[in-house]
């Protein structure tokens, strides 16, 4: 299979407080789903859902798949997207709010290893509502991937092209790819639905490498990014595509991923202009009184831009002081009117009644059985007196840790296969806040032990173990004592299975 550096997803004034409604145009969808062939290849048990989320990280599921195969999720939906579901491969499906959806996945591919992504979508049969969509959209993103993005080239020349030489040649790309798309639409007679979304993902998909190209060239010939950002390698009419932006309102955009991550890009593209003095003032502050360093962005953003520029800054800095557990720093600052669209504005009152919640009155999955900061002199001694008689797999972690979240589907899988045994798995957050810490385990359904350790704490135990940072993995036996100090990742299933299967016997 294809695989590519640059892939078809790519996947920041005082006011009070006030009460807001999450949108009435949130929907409640249930997708099902099934294996084919799932008895037969057993150990292929993992599923992982992608759904895109402004403004750029994508929110991901781990539903169980039953010994028969079938699973189901449920996703609250104000706008139609394209998923990704991953089980071996990386399927996309459309789902629009309140839609009924079937997804069937042949497992065969597997066995039978796809060499075309053609041959690979027709193992995903999605059913119901959006059946049309998906079928659509599916044969498009095969037709592409085979025969029209030639992602090595793409990659070849934006290594060689310089400033307007690469706008030029990803101009040209766009045209190319618009054509195959009109050559697509007349061979299979698809839906005017399907032809808006295309273009759209098409457009966006290319101003996304365009935001990308700066850090990309460097990097592609071994150059050191600018302190300046941009500013050294590209022209200001590198970005002139942006001017039609200015005053641009379209809700179906936020249908296609290509869009979301357009809007991630243009974020940092205007984050990446902010004079490097302004933004050493805006850290400090920022860092030492959370209040003034706000106030500062602020005020600046609302002198320096407008229009869409001003609502997708303002809006993306504060959903992401929101996802990083500063809702009871925000919460008597924000002022939600300073965002003019209500596109923009609804997603961000979403994100703050949703990390109110948490906050305030969460409702934690009984599988949960989290501890906030446990404050006993010696800690290690009492959780081998918790669990005792259990081998003991620790999991040193943070919600800012990529590696960190990047394991988490695998131990998942490391559940499923113990949960009928003496095992307890048991999730030690360091470095954190405590807001983000439980929204990360909630959103994330990360199941198990779980304690915010204090900074004492965590420095006690990584004396003891030799930690010198995360994620970092222990295995402890039935009666307390160590094990491996280093245990293997969930992601090396098999050798760590046989040192556990070891300690029970």
Sequence with gaps: ????????????????????????????????????????????????????????????????????????????????TNILIRYEATFPVFIAPGDSVHIIIDNDFISNRSETYRDLYDHLKVKGTSERMNKDISGFLAYCEDSVFHHLALNDSLKKYTGMEARQFLDRELGRYREALAHFNAMNNTSEHFKRWAQNHLKYRIWSILFQYPAFHAYLNKMEMPKDGYNSLVPPVFFDFLDSMKNFREDELFETSSYINFLEGYYLYERKKIPVDTFQVYNRLLDTDFEKGYKYFVNYYQTVTSGFSKDVVLSSFLYYLLEDGKYNDLKYLIDFSLIEDDKFRGK???????????????????????????????????????????????????????????????????????????????????????????????????????????????????????????????LLDRQGKVALKSAPRPSNKEILVKEIEKLLR
């Design 1 to 80: 299979m294809k695989t590519a550096l640059l892939t078809f997803f790519a996947l920041l004034v005082l006011v009070s407080c006030r009460k807001t409604e999450i949108s009435d145009k949130v929907q409640k969808t249930i997708v099902t789903g099934e294996i084919v062939g799932f008895n037969n290849l057993p150990d292929y048990n993992s599923l992982e859902i992608l759904v895109p989320q402004f403004p750029g990280k994508a929110l991901r599921l781990n539903p169980s798949v039953d010994k028969f195969g079938r699973f189901w999720f449920r996703l609250d939906l104000e706008d139609a």
């Design 348 to 474: 961000v009152v979403d994100k703050f009644n949703y990390e109110q919640k948490l906050v305030e009155n969460p409702e934690l999955n009984p599988d949960f059985n989290i501890d906030a900061k446990v404050r006993e002199n010696d800690f290690l001694q009492n959780l081998i007196t918790k669990y005792k008689n259990n081998v003991i797999y620790i999991d040193f972690w943070g919600p800012w840790c990529k590696p960190c979240m990047a394991e988490m589907p695998y131990a998942k899988q490391l559940k499923e296969k113990f949960k009928r045994e003496d095992v307890t798995f048991v999730y030690l957050g360091v470095q954190s806040s405590e807001a983000s810490w439980q929204s990360t385990i909630k959103e994330e359904g990360i199941e198990g032990e779980h304690f915010l350790l204090t900074d004492e704490q965590r420095k006690q135990l990584e004396n003891i173990f030799g930690i010198e940072g995360v994620p970092h993995y222990v």
